[in-house]
């Protein structure tokens, strides 16, 4: 969605239309669950805090919906309601909250194909579970949210530099350990 449309959007849901914020919701609100679970590792724990959030902006539509960052003030307000979450539960909670959204298009791939393709995404996946917590943050803003180098340096209350730092040392990471793997399953199907 480009910035004018999000815009707009923003201005829509200010003024009341609800069929904008059930657009915006359709838009953030996984977002903003995968974010906060980078904080809670709690799946529910994390909808909770995002259901708040979101009825607070609701509560001050009119004011929060016209703000000029919105996204980074959406972020950081799930961010320090996540923070404020773990200080009132002094436990933790590990749940594990897997992605099982089916594909429904028809995929004409060889099983080997496929078993190869999932190997590769849970290798990746794990990749991306072991990056340092905030190269960790700064990579899922950055590639799966489509946030700029600069609201994640606003939600992370980071410099930009940082942020375009982390970002390319997960890159780095992910090709030196792709291009092992890559090589490993070469040497086996040598075998």
Known sequence: MSNS????????????????FDAFFDIYYVRL?????????????????????????????????????????LYKSVKNKSLTHIGKSKKEFLVDWS?????????????????????LEAFISDLV??????????????????????QVAEIMEISDRTVEVHLKLAIQHFRKEISAFLGQKDLHQMV
Do not use: C, W
Request: proline content about 2%.
């Open 33 to 73: 669950v995968n974010f906060s679970y980078l904080f809670l590792k709690d799946k529910n724990a994390a909808e909770d805090v995002v259901a708040e959030v979101l009825t607070n902006l609701l509560l001050e539509k009119e004011r929060i919906f016209r703000l000029d960052n919105f996204e980074s003030y």
């Open 129 to 150: 579970e072991h990056l340092p917590k905030k190269r960790k943050m700064v990579f899922k803003l950055i590639r799966e949210d489509g946030l700029t180098y600069k």
């Open 5 to 20: 449309n999000k815009i707009e959007m923003f201005s829509l849901i200010a003024a009341g239309e609800k069929k904008a």
């Open 99 to 119: 992605d099982n959204q089916e594909n429904h298009f028809i995929d004409l791939k060889t099983p080997e194909q496929l078993m190869e393709e999932r190997e």
